[in-house]
């Protein structure tokens, strides 16, 4: 039943991104070149969202589907690796015209090149996995 909840979930994401314009690669070289606001505001606007979740999870002591109560541990320490990844990340997004999550509903709404990206993307985490006893932490 989770699993039904979750591809329905996904879908009905999926679908609002692509009304919203969010998986458009020309909305996103606009945000790139500074052209429009649109995806700023969108991203504000998730930001913003997450920032009020966190809060109330934290105040209301919200409990997961398993009954557990969520605990958010603070912020980590800053690390060098992390500002090193957000690089990589973001050059990926620039190239790609599209973050991981979306890439999927992109290939749903027929943009079959992004299946590249997603194997790039796989190939890139198999290859920190490879490497992540050697790497800074």
Same mark, same amino acid.
């Given at each position: 039943m989770k699993n039904l909840i979750a591809l329905v979930l996904g879908t009905? +994401?999926?679908?609002? $991104? @692509? =009304? *919203?314009?969010v998986l458009s690669w020309f909305r996103? /070289?606009?945000?790139? *070149? +500074? /052209?429009? +606001?649109?995806?700023? %505001?969108?991203?504000?606007? #998730?930001? %913003?969202? %997450?920032? !009020?979740? @966190? +809060?109330?999870i934290r105040r209301l002591k919200v409990k997961s589907l398993e009954g557990n109560v969520i605990e958010l541990k603070d =912020? &980590?320490?800053?690390?060098?690796? &992390?500002? $090193?990844? %957000?690089? #990589?990340f973001g050059l990926g997004w620039a190239m790609t015209g599209a973050?991981?999550?979306p890439m999927y509903a992109l290939i749903g709404s027929?943009?079959?090149?992004m299946v590249l990206a997603v194997v790039a993307?796989? !190939?890139?985490? $198999?290859?920190? #996995? &490879? $490497?992540?006893? =050697?790497l800074p932490h």
């Open positions: 009905l +994401f999926g679908l609002i $991104l @692509v =009304k *919203a314009e996103i /070289q606009e945000m790139f *070149a +500074f /052209q429009s +606001f649109h995806m700023y %505001g969108i991203i504000g606007s #998730a930001v %913003g969202v %997450g920032a !009020l979740s @966190v +809060f109330l =912020k &980590a320490p800053r690390y060098t690796s &992390a500002y $090193l990844g %957000g690089t #990589a973050c991981p999550g027929g943009t079959t090149i993307g796989v !190939l890139g985490v $198999l290859t920190y #996995a &490879a $490497l992540r006893d =050697k």
